[in-house]
C-alpha cells in the first residue's frame, strides 16, 4: 500500500502525462472548426458554468443562432457581465442569467422549480460547469467537491429535468443532453465503497474518478433513453485542452508557466467549445446517431470500464441513494 503522499504524488504525476500526452496529440491534429450550423429559433438550452470559458462561448454562438439561453452559474456578476457581453455583440439575443450553485442540491432545486414554473420547453442541457484540483473539502451536502460539483450535481440536475427534455423531443428533433467530460476520465476508477474518496484522497485522482463517472452516466443515460424510446439523446464531450480558469488550482511550479503555455499551446474557450456544439447542434447526430464520446469533432474510444454495464448501472443506483435522503 502507498503512504498517503506517495499516493497523492502518483495520481499528480499520472495525470500531468496525460494530460502531457493529450497536447502533443492535439498540437498534431488539425483542430475541429465547427461548420455552420442551422437555426435554433423556438428552442431553450441551459448552459451550466456559461458565465465564462467554454461554457460562455457555448451559450454566446447558441444565442447567435436564436435559441433562448440560460446561463446557469454560481457567481452572478460574472453571469450577468456574460449577459451584457451576448447582447452588445447581438442585440436581440435570448439569453438570461439563473443563480445555480451546484454545491448544494438545495440550489439545484430551485433552480429546477423555477424553471418549471415557466412552462418552457428544454430543448438542450449543457453539462459543463467544473472543478478541478481544488482543496480537499466537501459540498453543502457533504460530498467531495470533484465528485460532488463535476458528476452528482449534474446527474441531479438532468434526472430533475429529464420529464421536461423528454417532453420537448420528438422524432426528427431530439433533445439533448451533452457532457463536458476529459480525457482525465482515463485515469479515473470507480470505488463504489469510496466514491467520496474518504480512504486515501488525492485531488487529481478525484477529477479523474468524477469525470469517469460522468462519462459512465451519459452513456448509461443514453442507452435508458434508447430503450425507453425517448426522444432524448445523451452525449459526453472532451473539449481538449483549453485555455480557461479551471487549471488555476495546479502545483505551484506547475501553475507558473502554465500562463505562457496555454496562451501559446493550448485550444481557445472558441475553440474548446466546437465540439461541444457539435454535440447539441448538428444535424448528424439526430436521434440514433447522438450519444457516444466527442472528442475533436468525432467520435471517440474510451476505457473499456465506461461501457461496463453492471458498473454503470450500480452506480446510477448508488448515485441515487445518496439523492433520496437530502
Given at each position: 500500500m502507498f503512504s498517503p503522499v506517495c499516493f497523492r504524488l502518483v495520481s499528480a504525476v499520472k495525470l500531468y502525462l496525460l494530460g502531457l500526452r493529450v497536447l502533443v496529440v492535439q498540437l498534431c491534429s488539425k483542430r475541429f472548426k465547427l461548420p455552420v450550423m442551422p437555426r435554433q429559433d423556438g428552442k431553450v438550452a441551459i448552459v451550466t458554468g456559461g458565465?465564462?470559458?467554454?461554457?460562455?462561448?457555448?451559450?454566446?454562438?447558441?444565442?447567435?443562432?436564436?435559441?433562448?439561453?440560460?446561463?446557469?452559474?454560481?457567481?452572478?456578476?460574472?453571469?450577468?457581465?456574460?449577459?451584457?457581453?451576448?447582447?452588445?455583440?447581438?442585440?436581440?439575443?435570448?439569453?438570461?442569467?439563473?443563480?445555480?450553485?451546484?454545491?448544494?442540491?438545495?440550489?439545484?432545486?430551485?433552480?429546477?422549480?423555477?424553471?418549471?414554473?415557466?412552462?418552457?420547453?428544454?430543448?438542450?442541457?449543457?453539462?459543463?460547469a467544473g472543478v478541478m484540483l481544488v482543496r480537499?473539502?466537501?459540498?453543502?451536502?457533504?460530498?467531495?467537491?470533484?465528485?460532488?460539483?463535476?458528476?452528482?450535481?449534474?446527474?441531479?440536475?438532468?434526472?430533475?429535468?429529464?420529464?421536461?427534455?423528454?417532453?420537448?423531443?420528438?422524432?426528427?428533433?431530439?433533445?439533448?443532453?451533452?457532457?463536458?467530460?476529459?480525457?482525465?476520465?482515463?485515469?479515473?476508477?470507480?470505488?463504489?465503497?469510496?466514491?467520496?474518496?474518504r480512504q486515501c484522497y488525492s485531488a487529481h485522482g478525484a477529477y479523474c474518478h468524477s469525470k469517469l463517472a460522468q462519462l459512465l452516466f451519459s452513456s448509461h443515460l443514453h442507452q435508458e433513453l434508447e430503450q425507453g424510446g425517448f426522444p432524448v439523446s445523451s452525449s459526453a464531450v472532451d473539449p481538449g485542452m483549453v485555455d480557461t480558469s479551471l487549471y488555476?488550482?495546479?502545483?505551484?511550479?506547475?501553475?507558473?508557466?502554465?500562463?505562457?503555455?496555454?496562451?501559446?499551446?493550448?485550444?481557445?474557450p472558441i475553440e474548446g467549445a466546437a465540439t461541444v456544439l457539435h454535440a447539441a447542434l448538428s444535424p448528424a447526430l439526430e436521434g440514433e446517431s447522438g450519444g457516444g464520446y466527442w472528442a475533436n469533432g468525432r467520435r471517440d474510444e474510451t476505457t473499456p470500464l465506461t461501457f461496463d454495464p453492471q458498473i454503470q448501472q450500480l452506480l446510477w443506483k448508488t448515485s441515487h441513494r445518496f439523492l433520496v435522503p437530502q
Open positions: 458565465g465564462r470559458g467554454i461554457g460562455y462561448e457555448v451559450a454566446r454562438h447558441m444565442a447567435k443562432l436564436g435559441a433562448h439561453v440560460i446561463i446557469g452559474c454560481r457567481d452572478q456578476q460574472q453571469g450577468l457581465a456574460a449577459i451584457t457581453r451576448i447582447h452588445e455583440e447581438h442585440s436581440e439575443a435570448k439569453v438570461e442569467f439563473k443563480k445555480l450553485d451546484l454545491a448544494s442540491l438545495q440550489s439545484i432545486r430551485q433552480f429546477v422549480q423555477s424553471f418549471k414554473e415557466r412552462d418552457l420547453p428544454l430543448n438542450i442541457l449543457v453539462n459543463n480537499e473539502g466537501c459540498t453543502e451536502n457533504g460530498f467531495e467537491l470533484h465528485f460532488g460539483v463535476n458528476y452528482l450535481a449534474h446527474f441531479f440536475l438532468t434526472c430533475m429535468l429529464l420529464d421536461t427534455l423528454k417532453l420537448s423531443g420528438k422524432s426528427g428533433n431530439f433533445s439533448r443532453v451533452v457532457n463536458v467530460s476529459s480525457s482525465a476520465h482515463r485515469n479515473g476508477e470507480i470505488r463504489l465503497n469510496d466514491l467520496n474518496c488555476r488550482h495546479l502545483w505551484a511550479p506547475l501553475s507558473l508557466a502554465h500562463g505562457v503555455v496555454s496562451r501559446l499551446l493550448f485550444k481557445t
